[in-house]
């Protein structure tokens, strides 16, 4: 009798425990009937909508494969009007394809042409720039003056980066063309000039008037980026700054 009364007693505390457990259980995942829990479907997260607006091959045959479904059976998606679709979104489908290998291609074009123009690192390269630097190391500015045809005399002139005067020379322009010109980085009376940025301009008579000639000079190269697809790669120039690998005109061996 006494282990029955222990039982009885017990049953209420149990089952009291069981309802104060089963409103949290029913409101998380369980309805409290074990027939119902065992066939209920799992919860699944909600998946996030693609914001991909193309539509690929297979949204195409997706299209194709309801367009045929629906058609009027007596008037049938003519043949050849069939075959013109596919083809035509094969060759749209084609043409991204090979844009993206451009694109590829591109890139690994723009790395090797870095890779190679990092040779002229430590090099001069003549660039279509009136401006050259001087410095402590390297005080001469080396240039060349474009003539349309041979002249007696032509005028060379050193200025700063005020528009300052700085020297001026003349040089023998009668073998016409490209002319080579020197600047040894002197001013008028002899002294070295500060390190710097300096313009070297050049004048002629042409047919007995006086004509501005075009000066391109010689920079020294200090590193090499990559730049990009569109600009390729870029010289980095002592005292000038960035210059695009297809405007150097030519390389000086010092």
């Known amino acids: 009798m006494s282990l029955i009364n222990s039982v009885n007693q017990a049953s209420p505390t149990s089952v009291s425990s069981s309802q104060t457990s089963s409103p949290s259980a029913s409101s998380t995942s369980t309805t409290g009937n074990p027939f119902?829990?065992?066939?209920?479907?799992?919860?699944?997260?909600?998946?996030?909508?693609?914001?991909n607006q193309s539509l690929t091959q297979d949204d195409f045959?997706?299209?194709?494969?309801q367009q045929l479904s629906m058609q009027d059976p007596f008037k049938p998606v003519d043949n050849d009007q069939m075959i013109s679709q596919m083809s035509s979104f094969?060759?749209?489908?084609?043409?991204?394809?090979?844009?993206?290998e451009i694109q590829n291609l591109n890139s690994v074009m723009s790395s090797s042409q870095a890779l190679q123009a990092?040779?002229?690192v430590g090099r001069k390269v003549l660039i279509p720039s009136d401006t050259g630097n001087v410095s402590a190391e390297n005080r001469v500015l080396n240039g060349v003056i474009s003539t349309p045809s041979s002249m007696n005399d032509i005028t060379v002139r050193i200025e700063d980066e005020s528009g300052q005067l700085v020297k001026s020379y003349?040089?023998?322009?009668?073998?016409g063309g490209n002319i080579d010109v020197k600047w040894d980085g002197l001013d008028q009376d002899g002294q070295p000039v500060a390190a710097g940025n300096y313009s070297m301009k050049a004048s002629g008579k042409i047919d007995g008037a006086a004509q501005e000639l075009p000066v391109s000079t010689y920079a020294h190269v200090e590193s090499v980026s990559l730049g990009t697809a569109q600009t390729g790669a870029i010289l980095n120039l002592r005292g000038v700054g960035g210059v695009k690998l297809g405007d150097v005109l030519a390389v000086s061996e010092t």
Request: zero cysteines; proline letters at 5%; glycine letters at 8%.
């Open 36 to 51: 119902l829990d065992s066939v209920r479907l799992p919860e699944s997260e909600p998946v996030a909508e693609s914001n």
């Open 61 to 65: 045959f997706s299209l194709l494969s």
């Open 90 to 100: 094969s060759t749209v489908d084609g043409i991204n394809n090979l844009n993206s």
């Open 118 to 120: 990092s040779g002229l």
């Open 170 to 175: 003349v040089v023998d322009g009668s073998a």
